[in-house]
């Protein structure tokens, strides 16, 4: 793949150009000419968008597509290529398939599924069999064929013995381990956040409490262990205090927030509408505000749209027994750049990736093209019209944002829209 | 003419001080009716409401049937144990399939909070919550509220404690709602595992003392142990729970006042109030059911005139 890319501004600290509009040439997948002005005598495909920008390839660490077994939802193929409209070259995807992703073949099923496309996927293997919580999967023959991480999608480990075994076992090949904040017995049949929202809507409430309870549970145990921690989709004020103080000790934890976790509260589910139904629940103000500082100051590592495609059937049902869940990937950006600067936003869609062991590559000459190209300034009313995944079930619908994605270049491929 | 604000009764928090007025002074003149030799009215001749009760249900079943009836409305009743929904059947679908039958208006109790309001939003139908599991129950509110006004002759300025499960209790949380809006103060009262954490961001005191509770009040509505909404002991025996939050007559006998006693039903004798309060004059048990008929016809009556329009 050739093709010139015209006037790009570049938003990328760790190459020579950032900050500078610039013409990008890419010849066969690699930048091989950044200048102010680059002729194009081979006549190579142009690359000319309205207010364009380009960064380092975004990624997610927390998507999940469904395939296999929950087609309905959303397949491989489509989900990547909702990732790349979206603007991300490269996904982790969750175990959250049926069965469960947890053996050499499953994580080797998924990469061959998503061999030839211009976004990359890492796999994320189950922590346990089945993801039930009884026994560790095959964690280290899973990081042979592939698997970045490890984690029971939304299944809290119960059992404190196990997270323990799991950190330490791990921690004999740098496995990444990830737990779900949730402390079940505490949670119970809570479908929302506990509060006055919750009292009010006469739906049971998942308290706080729940989650800080379990993230603590985990850092004592990750400080006993001296393994390896991630905390996917953390969502109350007390989970960044304690993760906080946990990095102060040099604990080796890194953890996530989802971004609809820093925009909505639950008040937003005063209709009993199901795209708001997701897992954490939206907590409250005080929360959002304690995130946002958490993201700001990096006790935060990272954040993830925690996409999660839910078909109709699953969702247009009563509240209690619709699924948990909101695509995310194609609102992601222009949901993040509404509440921070660019420059921010862009840090925070490049985060990661070194904390799952993937390369970066800087903008510079001489690098394969991995780029995200969007213009930061545009505002519109997120609608079905800007969704790509098979499942339409967006918390963001009808919501402003700011900031639309014109497509990737990845892989020696280009997308755009 | 006055009408309702709302096209649906889904919660008493959907509605307004003016709606509750009207409410009260529909249900006056079919009070009157309802006490006449010849019970019925040919109001709603044209009209065909539909009960689904995904859950069971005696007297609010009873109720609004009869009121239903009395105002010369087809009545068609439907209940989960007998239909399609054991076969996999969705809400939305057996509620369209009834609908197409021709049917105007739905009277539903369901076991899930927000099943009334996520109906309306996709059938046409006007449609009755008849209680949508710990959500609201709107016609129990206003019952309860217009049978404190026919005992103490205004609502406003009273204080009136909710006695009991408040965790799981629908009823609790609509009389919250209708006691407010017509200015009554409202106290809960219960152990602390029966009392939403939050409550107290509703507006209203909480009191774990019952004796405490009775001394404020001028009215008690006593709930009943939802045991089967509990899924763990939420208080380690009815007995132990009867001994702090039980109301027997020597209870009331020793307090400043006499206080009116209140109790939506089905009353669990000698747990949650004695035979000799649920009998005596201080309560109004009897009056709240046979205001329910009356206030059921003012509501279906009023929503009904709006499918008219």
């Not at chain 1, 989650?211 to 004020?237: C, M, N, W």
Request: charged content about 20%; hydrophobic content about 40%.
């Amino acid at each position: 793949m050739n093709v010139l890319v015209k006037s790009a501004t570049i938003v990328d600290p760790k190459s020579d150009f950032h900050n500078q509009t610039v013409d990008i040439l890419i010849e066969k997948g690699t930048i091989s000419q950044i200048s102010k002005r680059i002729q194009n005598p081979k006549n190579y495909k142009e690359i000319r968008r309205d207010n364009l920008h380009v960064s380092q390839g975004w990624f997610d660490s927390s998507v999940s597509f469904g395939e296999p077994g929950y087609e309905e939802r959303e397949t491989i193929a489509n989900g990547l290529d909702t990732a790349a409209k979206s603007g991300f070259t490269a996904v982790a995807v969750n175990a959250n398939t049926n069965p469960v992703i947890d053996s050499y073949a499953d994580i080797s099923f998924l990469k061959s599924k998503a061999e030839k496309h211009a976004v990359n996927l890492y796999p994320i293997g189950a922590l346990t069999k089945h993801s039930d919580g009884t026994d560790l999967a095959e964690l280290f023959d899973m990081k042979t064929a592939g698997a970045v991480a490890f984690y029971d999608y939304q299944h809290p480990i119960a059992n404190p013995n196990l997270m323990k075994l799991a950190l330490q076992y791990a921690s004999n090949f740098k496995g990444l381990v990830c737990s779900f904040p949730q402390e079940s017995k505490i949670s119970g049949l809570g479908v929302m956040n506990e509060n006055v929202t919750s009292t009010s809507l006469g739906l049971k409430g998942n308290p706080a409490l729940a989650e800080e309870l379990q993230v603590a549970r985990d850092l004592f145990i990750l400080e006993y262990t001296e393994g390896k921690l991630h905390i996917p989709t953390i969502s109350t004020a007390k989970s960044v205090e304690l993760i906080r103080a946990a990095k102060q000790k040099k604990l080796d934890v890194s953890c996530s927030v989802a971004i609809h976790n820093l925009i909505y509260t639950d008040e937003h589910l005063k209709t009993f509408n199901t795209n708001f139904k997701v897992l954490p629940p939206l907590r409250t103000q005080k929360d959002i505000d304690a995130l946002i500082s958490g993201v700001k100051d990096g006790t935060i590592d990272m954040v993830t749209s925690d996409h999660n495609p839910i078909d109709i059937e699953d969702k247009k049902i009563e509240f209690d027994y619709a699924k948990y869940g909101t695509i995310g990937l194609e609102s992601a950006f222009g949901a993040l750049n509404s509440i921070f600067t660019i420059k921010k936003t862009v840090e925070l869609l490049t985060n990661g990736r070194e904390r799952y062991a993937m390369d970066t590559t800087p903008i510079a000459v001489g690098n394969s093209a991995n780029l995200s190209m969007f213009n930061p300034n545009s505002t519109y009313t997120f609608t079905k019209d800007h969704m790509f995944s098979r499942s339409k079930n967006a918390m963001f619908e009808g919501h402003n944002l700011k900031g639309n994605v014109y497509g990737i270049i990845a892989n020696n491929q280009l997308v755009i829209q | 003419m006055s009408e309702l604000s709302v096209n649906h009764l889904l919660g008493i928090k959907y509605l307004n001080k003016k709606d509750i007025q009207l409410i009260f002074e529909t249900a006056d003149h079919f009070k009157e009716v309802i006490n006449r030799p010849i019970k019925k009215v040919p109001s709603l001749r044209d009209i065909t409401i539909a009960n689904l009760f995904f859950e069971n249900s005696t007297r609010t079943k009873l109720s609004f049937e009869l009121a239903e009836k009395r105002l010369s409305a087809d009545v068609i009743n439907f209940s989960a144990s007998q239909s399609s929904v054991k076969k996999g059947e969705t809400l939305i679908d057996t509620v369209n399939n009834i609908l197409s039958m021709k049917v105007d208006m739905v009277v539903m109790r369901h076991p899930n909070p927000g099943a009334g309001v996520f109906l309306s939003q996709h059938v046409d139908a006007s449609i009755i919550n008849a209680g949508d599991g710990a959500h609201e129950h709107p016609t129990q509110a206003l019952l309860d509220s217009y049978s404190i006004r026919e005992r103490l002759g205004e609502v406003g300025g009273k204080n009136v404690v909710i006695v009991g499960d408040i965790l799981h209790s629908r009823v609790a949380l609509s009389n919250i709602y209708a006691l407010q809006l017509q200015g009554a103060n409202v106290m809960v009262c219960g152990p602390k595992t029966l009392l939403p954490k939050y409550i107290k961001d509703l507006g209203v005191t909480v009191e774990t003392d019952l004796r405490k509770a009775l001394n404020w009040c001028d009215v008690a509505n006593m709930l009943r142990v939802q045991n089967e909404r509990m899924d763990i002991s939420y208080f380690p025996s009815t007995r132990e729970y009867t001994q702090q939050y039980g109301v027997n007559k020597a209870l009331l006998n020793s307090l400043d006042k006499d206080i009116t006693i209140m109790h939506p039903g089905p009353i669990n004798r000698g747990v949650e109030i004695t035979s000799d309060v649920a009998d005596s004059d201080q309560a109004i048990i009897l009056d709240q059911v046979q205001n329910g008929v009356a206030i059921r016809m003012a509501v279906i009556y009023l929503l009904a005139s709006k499918i008219k329009h």
